[in-house]
C-alpha cells in the first residue's frame, strides 16, 4: 500500500481518544511495530506507527479501514499513526 493511500484513508481522522484491545494491536504487529508513548505536556498515552514502515508491510486496505473506524489519525508532521489511548 502506498503512503498516500494511507494519508487519503486516515488524513481526515480528527484526533480523538479511543480503547483498543491488545486482540486489535496484536493484529497491527504483524504489519509494523507499535509503539506506546506519552505526550510530554498533556501525559496521555498513545500508540504510535510510523507511516513507511506500514507502507512496506503490505497491510490490507480493509486493515487501514478499519484503523480509521476506530480512531487512528495521522501526526501533524505526517509521518506516523497515532492513537490516543482512552484511560
Not at 491488545?22 to 511495530?33: D, P
Request: hydrophobic fraction near 40%; charged fraction near 30%; include cysteine.
Amino acid at each position: 500500500m502506498k503512503k498516500e493511500e494511507i494519508k487519503d484513508i486516515l488524513g481526515e481522522n480528527e484526533l480523538r481518544f479511543a480503547n483498543v484491545s491488545f486482540f486489535e494491536v496484536n493484529e497491527l504487529m504483524r504489519y509494523a511495530k507499535v509503539n506506546l508513548k506519552m505526550d510530554s505536556v498533556s501525559l496521555d498515552y498513545y500508540y504510535e506507527i510510523d507511516i513507511n514502515e506500514l507502507c512496506e508491510s503490505n497491510i490490507p486496505i480493509e486493515m487501514v479501514n478499519a484503523m480509521k473506524d476506530r480512531g487512528w489519525c495521522m501526526s501533524e508532521d505526517g509521518e506516523t499513526i497515532i492513537l490516543f489511548l482512552n484511560i
